[in-house]
């Protein structure tokens, strides 16, 4: 057990004996921020308060990547285990509080399930894979909507993405894998409305702000913001993000996260030499002055209660 972490489930394994609910049966933590952590045996998901207080374990029985609290933070979406037993994929699933995990095998190889969710139905939701973005209906397992397809194109794949539900307005990363090993990487705006395309900035995993003024992204050196309109881009934070030996993003890289008013992003990072789930940092960083506070030890990909 880490220092400061309290097990609220202990001995959870013993739920024949003790009685004890699974995990997925209770309320959500009275915390801020979800995170994922653990190895994928160990099969736990953390909650934290944005100043470090109040940080729990929960022992689950199954691993959750990339967990995102819904809009009205009574569901927290995120990546089940898919058939392969990686920090990649996993079928996008959601935490419905108090009524257990429902996961959509139909999408059993799929990277991440994005956004706060539709708040006019929380169940339609943004996912992803390395070539396809979709709306998808998590309780029925349905798609939507194909937003982008590259599966014709070899050379080109995402890396993230983010939803504006009401003005229809897409953002994710491009990867173009040139010859040579070359790799570009741009953060490219749609208003699906019109179809218009425009390159906002180069990075990849993009954010969209509470009030969609502004979009957060990762670079090799570092996080930064961006007015939506593609103007004024500002480096937050000072970290190299990318594999060094390789000059490309790793699976594990960050997907900076917004602060409900908008103050402060969330985020990972490591600074060891070797990079699992568990030897990850959580910090965040106020978006006006880019001091950074840390949060957490040994978790990844948090997510702000809205």
């Known amino acids: 057990m880490r220092p400061g972490i309290n097990l609220l489930l202990v001995l959870c394994a013993l739920i024949l ?9 209770q309320p959500f933590p009275d ?4 995170y994922q952590t653990g190895l994928i045996k160990q099969k ?15 022992e689950v029985g ?30 996008p699933a959601y935490w419905y509080q108090n009524r257990g995990l429902k996961k959509c ?25 390395y070539k396809k973005i979709l709306l998808a209906n998590l309780e029925n397992c349905m798609e939507i909507k194909v937003l982008v397809d590259y599966m014709e194109r070899s050379e ?33 705006k749609i208003d699906l409305k019109t179809n218009q395309a425009v390159d906002l900035a180069n990075g990849i995993n993009p954010s969209w702000s509470p009030d969609g003024a ?20 500002r480096r937050l934070v000072r970290h190299t993000f990318v594999d060094l030996s390789l000059r490309w993003f790793g699976v594990l890289s960050p997907l900076p996260r917004w602060s409900p008013d908008g103050k402060w992003l969330v985020y990972h990072r490591c ?26 030890d040994g978790g990844a990909f948090p997510d702000w209660r809205r």
């Open 17 to 25: 004996l003790s009685g004890c609910k699974s995990a997925w049966q």
């Open 31 to 34: 915390a801020e921020i979800v």
């Open 44 to 58: 736990q998901i953390g909650f934290v308060n944005a100043d470090g207080t109040n940080a729990i374990v929960l």
């Open 62 to 91: 199954e691993y959750l990547r990339k967990p995102v609290w819904s809009s009205e933070g009574n569901l927290i979406y995120g990546m089940a285990e898919g058939l392969l037993p990686n920090y990649r994929d996993g079928s």
């Open 105 to 129: 095998r139909v999408w059993d190889l799929f990277w991440s399930v994005e956004g706060s969710g539709n708040q006019a139905n929380p169940m339609d939701v943004l996912i992803y894979d």
């Open 156 to 188: 080109l794949g995402v890396l993230g993405a983010a939803y504006l539900w009401d003005e229809e307005i897409l953002l994710y990363g491009l990867e173009e894998n040139k010859s040579l090993g070359k790799r570009n990487y741009r953060v490219i």
């Open 214 to 233: 502004q979009v957060a992204y990762l670079q090799g050196d570092g996080i930064y913001i961006i007015n939506a309109d593609g103007t004024q881009a």
């Open 271 to 296: 600074e060891k030499d070797s990079c699992m789930i568990n030897d990850n940092t959580i910090y965040k960083v106020d978006v006006l002055t880019g001091t950074e506070v840390k949060i957490i």
